[in-house]
């Protein structure tokens, strides 16, 4: 157990340093980039992340695209009348003004054709297409399997 | 003479509103009765990883906590999946009480994947089910949920699941307690289980 815990704190506190990373393209900043480990390559994975829309047009995220997964795709987690489906979502918008979450339960990537298993502390990068602003890329942490979240101290979470 | 049908009138009338009270007094009563000798027992038969069928009836004298899921899902079930095992941590000694189980509604992919493998990750105490299509459908319907296929091409082998994504609890004699809908905080399952504990 003491073990366990050791490793547990030491796992948590390293990795969460990229995530907490922030990029700007123009007007939108990115920010707490994250995906959680998988077991094996056979099932997707996942990516949240932050954008946030500091100036004055709308702008949406169009397309993700990584080296980790050869078939990376938005979609959006949907409850409706107590049934859980998850459509494929073309655009994200990111409103002009606004922040917008990929997070547990809501919009996220799903990353399909993963090329290996995605294990705790490892990183990959993630292209996304705004609209207008263009391509921006991020370094993605990959947190343990029951993360909510990185720990960032500004992540408002 | 006039009195005397008279008198059978009233016997008529008073046995008439006899059989009128008993009916009312006695029609909700017993309904409730009926409502009583069949609560909701949800019930499964189903394979293991192992390949044994496991059936509600083992778990009789634990509280089970259902969950149906696939998966390939890297959304919502991996989310539910971790508040299992979260409030499986907080319940200490008491886990012992408590089975947590994950029904697969799409069981022929999972078997494939390997489904020990996945619920183990989250929590060793999560068995994971996955049966015939056909089994699999008796317990969704036993269960009074929803599952079903839905065919896209911008997911893994061209489908995916909907479903309901709720967490079932049933009591040590099987019967349904209630249910706690997506998103619950593990902190609030973990209370309601704790207070019956």
């Known amino acids: 157990m003491k073990h366990f815990l050791l490793a547990a704190s030491l796992t948590l506190s390293a990795p969460a340093a990229m995530a907490c990373e922030t990029v700007t393209i123009g007007d ?51 409850v409706q009348d107590g049934i859980a489906s998850m459509p494929h ?3 994200i918008p990111v409103p002009a003004g606004q922040s917008v979450q990929l997070s547990p339960g809501g919009y996220h990537g799903m990353l399909m054709g993963l090329t290996t298993a995605l294990k ?38 | 003479m006039r009195l005397r049908s008279f008198q059978i009138i009233l016997w008529v009338a008073a046995t008439a509103a006899v059989v009128a009270f008993a009916a009312v ?3 909700p009563a017993t309904e409730d009765t009926a409502a009583a000798a069949s609560a909701f027992t949800p019930t499964f038969a189903l394979a293991d990883s192992e390949g044994r069928i496991r059936t509600t009836d083992e778990f009789r004298g634990k509280f089970l906590l259902v969950f149906f899921g696939f998966t390939s899902c890297p959304d919502v079930c991996p989310t539910t999946l971790s508040e299992v095992a979260q409030v499986m941590y907080d319940l200490g000694s008491d886990a012992g009480s408590v089975q947590p189980i994950f ?33 699999t459908q008796a317990a969704a319907a036993s269960f009074k949920i929803f599952y079903e296929r839905e065919d896209d091409t911008s997911s893994p082998d061209g489908y995916t699941m909907a479903h309901s994504p709720g967490l079932y609890l049933l009591s040590p004699d099987g019967a349904w307690l209630r249910q706690f809908t997506y998103g619950t905080p593990a902190a609030e399952i973990l209370s309601d289980l704790q207070s019956r504990l």
């Not at chain 1, 609209?131 to 029951?146: F, I, M, Q, Y």
């Not at chain 2, 029904?103 to 105490?125: V, W």
């Open chain 1, 28 to 78: 939108l900043t990115v920010e707490h980039a994250w995906s959680k480990a998988t077991i094996g390559a056979g099932r997707p994975g996942v990516f949240y992340v932050e954008i946030t829309n500091t100036g004055s047009t709308d702008d949406a995220l169009v397309g993700i695209a990584t080296p980790a997964a050869g078939m990376p795709m938005l979609h959006e987690t949907v």
């Open chain 2, 103 to 135: 029904i697969s509604i799409d069981p022929e992919r999972d078997r494939r994947l390997g489904l020990a493998d996945y619920t183990k990750a989250f929590h060793p105490a999560i068995l994971g089910l996955a049966g015939s299509e056909a089994e």
């Open chain 2, 25 to 27: 007094r006695w029609w």
């Open chain 1, 120 to 157: 705790e502390g490892d990183s990959f990068s993630v292209t996304l297409t705004f609209e207008k602003a263009g391509e921006v890329t991020v370094n993605v942490d990959v947190l343990s399997l029951r993360a909510e979240g990185p720990d960032c101290a500004d992540a408002g979470q």
């Open chain 1, 89 to 91: 979502a073309m655009s």
